[in-house]
Nanobody, 115 residues
Framework: QVQLVESGGGLVQPGGSLRLSCAAS????????MGWYRQAPGKEREVVAR???????NVADSVEGRFTIVRDNSNNTVYLQMNNLQPEDTAVYYC?????????WGKGTLITVSS
């Protein structure tokens, strides 16, 4: 079992920045890929960025150049640095971890981009 706890969401003005954190606990030694997903009101959940335990990343086209995913294996945490946030980035952001073929999700953290 893997538990994921996100933090760092909130209200930010357009053009602002936020950093999300996702702390993993439980069977952390078996975690492979981790990532961030988001779900905007009325839309399906979509991938934002993912990172392997070796540090290989992929980022959605919609956030390329603005968002960066970083993983710190020493404290079992993955971060999402978000710059130049726009209203269309408003969503609940979820952390995901894959371990031994199982997919685990955090409860999500809300980001609202508004002036």
């Amino acid at each position: 079992q893997v538990q994921l706890v996100e933090s760092g969401g909130g209200l930010v003005q357009p053009g602002g920045s936020l950093r999300l954190s996702c702390a993993a606990s439980g069977s952390i030694s078996s975690i492979g890929r981790m990532g961030w997903y988001r779900q905007a009101p009325g839309k399906e959940r979509e991938v934002v960025a993912r990172i392997t335990n070796g540090g290989d990343t992929n980022v959605a086209d919609s956030v390329e150049g603005r968002f960066t995913i970083v993983r710190d294996n020493s404290n079992n945490t993955v971060y999402l640095q978000m710059n130049n946030l726009q209203p269309e980035d408003t969503a609940v952001y979820y952390c995901q971890a894959v371990s031994r073929g199982m997919v685990y999700w955090g409860k999500g953290t809300l980001i609202t981009v508004s002036s």
